[in-house]
C-alpha cells in the first residue's frame, strides 16, 4: 500500500516538472497558502537567526514580504494551538485542551466556522495537506469543517506504536485521504515529500479558481524523520536536515506558484504552533534567547516565527515589531477577501494594516495553557504572568541527541511577574515594582477574560465558554 502511494505521488510529481500553462483568469479574490510547521523555534528560520543549516526559500519569503517578531500562539500545545488558528477564538473558550489522541471521543464542534468554511461560502476551494489534530473520528475530520479534500495524519506524528516512552500504547498510525484510510505508516521518512506533492497537486488542480490551501506540516515534531535528498545535508544533524526539507517544500510551492502565474495573486503565511520540545534536547529547535518551550506561556513556547508574502500587496522586505497573534489571521482574510465572519464570537481582530507594515491600537492578548489556566497577559512590550506550575528542563539534564527525551522538573511561581518584552526578551528581570499602573492596567484586562472564558487558577467560571464536540452529539 505504502508503495503504491509513493509511486502514485512520484509520478503526479514528474507531470508538474513539465511546461505548464499560464493561468489566464483574472480573479479579485486572493488564493491563499497557510503554512504551519509543528514545534517550530522561533530562531528556526535564517531570518530570525538560525545557525547549523540553511533555510533560502524561507528567508526569500521574508525578503518579499514581512516578517514579525512578536507573533505569537494563545495555547503552546497542539490541538488548543490549531483550534485557535482555524476559528480565530482562543481554544479555551470553544473547550479544547492539550493534545487529542486516539481515545479522544470529542473535537472541534462542528458548529464552530473555520477559516475554510468561511472561505468556502465565498466561493473558494479549499484542501488540507498535514496534521489535523481537532479529532480523529469521521464527524470531526476536516472534510467536514469545510476542506473539499484531505490527506494527512489525524493526531501528531509520535502517537504511533514506536512511541519512545509509550510503546505500544499508542495504535497504528493511520494515513487519511478523504475520511478514508489509505494506509499505516512504518515509517515516515517520506511524509514530508508526500505533504509536498499533495499540496502541489492541489494548486495545480485549483489554479483556475481562487483557492484556500491549508498545510499543515507534521515535522518537525518528534520523531524526526527526513528523505534521503536530505539527509546528512546540516552540520547541526537530523533536525537540520528536517528543516531544510521543510524550506525545501516552501520553495517547490513557490515554484509552482511562478509557473502556473499565480504568484501575483496568492497571499502566503508562513508560522508554526508552538515552541521547541526542549526534552528532546538535539532534536528540537532553537529558542533565539527566549525563555522555555512548548508547553509553557514563557516566551519560548507561545513565540514563533510568522511571515506574510503577497507581491504587490505586502511591502517587501518590513519587519513589524508589534504583537500580534494567530487568532487575527480569521478575520483578516475574511477583510480581505470580503468573507461574513462567523456569526459566533471570535477573539482575533482584523491586523491587515500590520502586515502592511504600519501601527494599529494596541490590544491584549492572552496566554492560556492546561485546563484553561490563563498564565499571562501581553499588551504590546508589557507581559504579566500570573502565578502557576510550569515545567523546565533541570540544570543537570544530560541533553540527548537521539530522539529520546529527558525528563521535565516542575517549578511553582509565587508571585505575579511583569516583563518589559523590548529590553528583556529573556523574561529575566520583574519590573512590576517600578510600573505599579501597568500591572493594574493588565490585570484589567485579565479579570475580563476570566470573566468571559474563566480560569483555573483562580477558579473563575467564564459566561462565554461554548461546547466542545462529542461524538454522542451526532
Avoid at 482562543?90 to 487529542?100: E, I, M, P, Q, V
Avoid at 464542534?109 to 466561493?123: D, S, V
Avoid at 465572519?341 to 491584549?364: A, N, T, V
Wanted: proline share 6%; glycine share 8%; net charge negative.
Amino acid at each position: 500500500m505504502m508503495i503504491t502511494i509513493l509511486i502514485t505521488l512520484l509520478s503526479f510529481f514528474s507531470l508538474l516538472n513539465k511546461e505548464t500553462p499560464t493561468n489566464t483568469l483574472e480573479s479579485e479574490k486572493p488564493n491563499i497558502i497557510l503554512i504551519f510547521a509543528d514545534d517550530m523555534a522561533y530562531g528556526d528560520l535564517g531570518t530570525y537567526g538560525a545557525t547549523g543549516w540553511q533555510t533560502p526559500h524561507l528567508d526569500q519569503l521574508a525578503a518579499e514580504g514581512i516578517r514579525f517578531t512578536q507573533f505569537y500562539v494563545p495555547h503552546a500545545v497542539c490541538t488548543a494551538s490549531r483550534a485557535a488558528l482555524l476559528t480565530g477564538a482562543y481554544a479555551n473558550r470553544l473547550g479544547l485542551y492539550g493534545a487529542l489522541d486516539h481515545t479522544a471521543d470529542h473535537g472541534l464542534n462542528p458548529e464552530e466556522i473555520t477559516i475554510a468554511e468561511m472561505l468556502k461560502e465565498n466561493g473558494y476551494q479549499t484542501g488540507m495537506v498535514g496534521k489535523w489534530h481537532l479529532g480523529h473520528h469521521p464527524e470531526f475530520l476536516p472534510t467536514r469543517q469545510g476542506f473539499d479534500s484531505y490527506f494527512g495524519l489525524p493526531y501528531s506524528n509520535d502517537m504511533w506504536p514506536k512511541h519512545p516512552e509509550s510503546k505500544n500504547y499508542y495504535p497504528p498510525l493511520p494515513l487519511i485521504e478523504g475520511e478514508k484510510t489509505i494506509a499505516y505508516l512504518e515509517d515516515q521518512q517520506e511524509l514530508t515529500s508526500w505533504y509536498t506533492y499533495k499540496s502541489l497537486e492541489f494548486i495545480e488542480k485549483n489554479q483556475k479558481n481562487p483557492f484556500f490551501l491549508y498545510l499543515a506540516h507534521s515535522m518537525p515534531h518528534v520523531p524526526l524523520f527526513v528523505s534521503d535528498k536530505f539527509k546528512g545535508k546540516s552540520e547541526q544533524g537530523l533536525y537540520g536536515d528536517m528543516m531544510m526539507e521543510i524550506d525545501w517544500s516552501v520553495g517547490e510551492i513557490q515554484k509552482k506558484l511562478k509557473e502556473l502565474g499565480l504568484s501575483e495573486n496568492t497571499l502566503i503565511i508562513f508560522t508554526s504552533d508552538n515552541g521547541p520540545w526542549l526534552s528532546y534536547g538535539g532534536h528540537a529547535g532553537l529558542q533565539a534567547g527566549l525563555k522555555e518551550g512548548k508547553g509553557t506561556s514563557w516566551e519560548g513556547g507561545i513565540r514563533v516565527p510568522a511571515i506574510f508574502t503577497w507581491p504587490g500587496k505586502i511591502p517587501a522586505g518590513q519587519v513589524q515589531n508589534q504583537a500580534a497573534m494567530t487568532i487575527d489571521i480569521l478575520p483578516t482574510l475574511a477583510k480581505l477577501t470580503n468573507s461574513n465572519l462567523p456569526k459566533l464570537k471570535i477573539d482575533g481582530s482584523d491586523i491587515w494594516p500590520l502586515i502592511q507594515g504600519e501601527k494599529q491600537e494596541l490590544k491584549p492578548y492572552y496566554a492560556y495553557y492546561n485546563q484553561n489556566e490563563l498564565q499571562a497577559v501581553i499588551y504590546g512590550k508589557w507581559k504579566l504572568v500570573f502565578p502557576h506550575v510550569y515545567r523546565t528542563i533541570p540544570a543537570d539534564a544530560e541533553i540527548r541527541n537521539d530522539g529520546i527525551p529527558v525528563k521535565y522538573s516542575y517549578i511553582r511561581l509565587e508571585n505575579s511577574q511583569l516583563f518589559d518584552l523590548s529590553q528583556d526578551m529573556e523574561e529575566s528581570l520583574d519590573v512590576s515594582a517600578q510600573n505599579p499602573e501597568i500591572v493594574a492596567m493588565l490585570n484589567r484586562f485579565a479579570a475580563e477574560a476570566r470573566a468571559d472564558m474563566g480560569d483555573a487558577l483562580t477558579k473563575t467560571e467564564g459566561s462565554g465558554n461554548r461546547k466542545v464536540g462529542r461524538q454522542s452529539q451526532h
